[in-house]
């Protein structure tokens, strides 16, 4: 493996855990309804139960798909053109509508399990990132995102009230979206 690899699959994780969604808002909202001390079970559960969740469809993947991952190269293809779409979306995305975020119930550490296995975003982050590597190296996105997550949900964490009220919904949104949306074209690039 090439560094360039390395260093696009780090931004990609960087990338995919940092920018908003479904885990990034259970955290927001659970810090903005009941304070952070009493969302640590959410965010341990986040930063704990992504990265196993990652390493056991990279372990799975390892064994169902050893052999077509190494004749089928196509599967590179498909997660960088998956990557660029990702990358057009978020750069064409509008401002958030702060009243269309629903109140998240209030989760526990294991149900944040379940909630990883039911996230879209959390599968889509971890096909494109098990396809950009190859089977040697199927351990890396679980250490790199272990490492990058805790981090990046701990930021959505910290900074609810800036975010909610500074970013979200505001022209520094859609600057910070195509900031994000760049930086996954800056990780394509590496791929190639």
Known sequence: MQYEWLYALIVLCAVAA???GPNNFVVLSGS???WI???LPEYLGICLWFPFMVFALSLIS????????EKLTFIKYFGIAFLLYLAYKIFKSEKTDKNSIS???ETNF???FLFQWMNPKAWAMIMSTITLVWV???YLPAIIFSLVIFLAVWIWLLLW???WKQVLGTKYEIYINKAMAVLLILSVYFMI
């Open 18 to 20: 940092i920018t908003p």
């Open 32 to 34: 903005i309804r009941k």
């Open 37 to 39: 001390r009493r969302t």
């Open 62 to 69: 390892s064994y169902v798909w050893i052999e077509l991952l």
């Open 103 to 105: 109140p998240v119930k």
């Open 110 to 112: 294991l149900e944040m």
């Open 136 to 138: 040697e190296y199927l």
């Open 161 to 163: 009230d800036f975010i």
